[in-house]
Nanobody, 124 residues
Framework: QVLLVESGGALVQPGASLRLSCAASGRSSYGVHISWFRQAPGKEREFVAIHSWSSNLKIYADSVKDRFTISKDNAKNTVYLQMNSLKPEDTAVYYC?????????????????WGQGTQVTVSS
């Protein structure tokens, strides 16, 4: 079992920055890759970024490449999502997820564990 707890969501203005955190715990927290997904109202949950747990490999969705950065702190078992130059279309509930499949385009169905989500709202 892997427990994921997100934090850091907030209401911000366009152009602002925000950092989300995903703290992982549990016996099986090793060997899983951590991904960020997001879901806007009325839309499907979409992939944002993934970080390999055993290396520094990272993959981003085209919509966030060059604006978002995923990173991890092994000592804290925490994965971060640094979001810069936020746009209104980034408004969504952001979820972190853990799965054992490494792929360039993770799908929600491939994830084994989910956090509860954190709301990010970008509005003036």
């Amino acid at each position: 079992q892997v427990l994921l707890v997100e934090s850091g969501g907030a209401l911000v203005q366009p152009g602002a920055s925000l950092r989300l955190s995903c703290a992982a715990s549990g016996r099986s927290s090793y060997g899983v890759h951590i991904s960020w997904f997001r879901q806007a109202p009325g839309k499907e949950r979409e992939f944002v970024a993934i970080h390999s747990w055993s290396s520094n490999l990272k993959i981003y969705a085209d919509s966030v490449k060059d604006r978002f950065t995923i990173s991890k702190d092994n000592a804290k078992n925490t994965v971060y999502l640094q979001m810069n130059s936020l746009k209104p279309e980034d408004t969504a509930v952001y979820y972190c997820a853990a799965g054992s499949i490494w792929t360039s385009n993770p799908s929600p169905a491939q994830q084994d564990y989910w956090g509860q989500g954190t709301q990010v709202t970008v509005s003036s």
